[in-house]
């Protein structure tokens, strides 16, 4: 079986879309008059570095509000969780297991059933020894890791995940693809490791705000992967 058939199809009329946008950062136009539906159960991001893809993430969990046009949501509360490219940006809490235990506060369980319940499923996952552990303690990865453990827990329906790969050793990101693929939740990664999202039913490619090319993992990777090429070939 592909990857990408794993790929669970109960997010497809989620609703998610842009319409319309106009986001400018500071005195950047970012974005003029985007529209995008997200309706794919896992969507890539990919472009250069500048192209809009932390906007465009900022933009869909409400950090940043568009000048013009709007951000239609699925329905419900805690619909969309965000993964940030600095794990700092995320973290409050000083251990693993007051930060993850957060991520359950819409179960609406008492602080000591909630952190059991955090012990019980780093046990099952093989991190039982994570729990008490301290945020200053953990490498860079470890940090993007609990990051990652956390959104899981969250039962969001979708899940907006900024450059997650980009601290991570490899059987880090090995876990990562595969918690990927069985996640019941409508995904969205942006990454430079293209080969992360290259069996994604489908890629979005931004070039400075806009959509240069969209379709399918595989057409829209080797599409910019050409023209990276062909910016970068050496001049004679
Ligand atoms: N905090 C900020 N203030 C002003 N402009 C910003 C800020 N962050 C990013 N930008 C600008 O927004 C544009 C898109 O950046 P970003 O979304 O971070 O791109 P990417 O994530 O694809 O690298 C860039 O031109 C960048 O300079
Ligand atoms: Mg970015």
């Known amino acids: 079986m592909s990857a990408a058939s794993l790929t669970p199809p109960c997010h497809r009329d989620t609703g998610l879309a842009l319409e319309a946008i106009t986001l400018v950062r500071g005195h950047t136009p970012v974005f003029e008059d985007l529209t995008l539906h997200l309706r794919e159960a896992r969507i890539g991001l990919i472009g250069d570095n500048g192209a ?46 007051e930060e993850l235990a957060l991520s359950l506060h819409h179960l609406k369980l008492s602080r000591r059933d909630a952190q059991l319940r955090v012990r019980d499923w780093l046990a099952a996952r093989g991190l039982g020894s994570w729990a008490p552990r301290a945020i200053g303690s953990l490498s860079q990865g470890q940090r993007q890791h609990v990051c990652w453990l956390a959104l899981m827990l969250a039962s ?45 039913e489908r890629v979005i490619w931004l070039d400075s705000g806009r959509v240069r090319q969209d379709g399918s993992g595989p057409e829209v990777c080797a599409a910019y992967e050409a023209d990276v090429a062909s910016r970068t070939a050496p001049t004679h």
């Open 52 to 97: 809009g893809k932390s906007s465009l993430f900022r933009l869909i969990c409400g950090l940043d509000q568009p000048q013009a046009g709007r951000v239609v949501l699925p329905q419900g509360d805690n619909a969309v969780g965000m993964m940030f490219q600095n794990a700092d940006e995320q973290i409050i809490f000083p251990t693993v297991e």
């Open 156 to 200: 969001h329906r979708t899940l907006l995940l900024d450059e997650p790969f980009a601290s991570l050793d490899l059987p880090s990101q090995a876990l990562l693809r595969r918690d990927i693929a069985q996640a019941p939740a409508q995904i969205m990664v942006s990454t430079h490791v293209l080969d992360h999202v290259r069996h994604f």
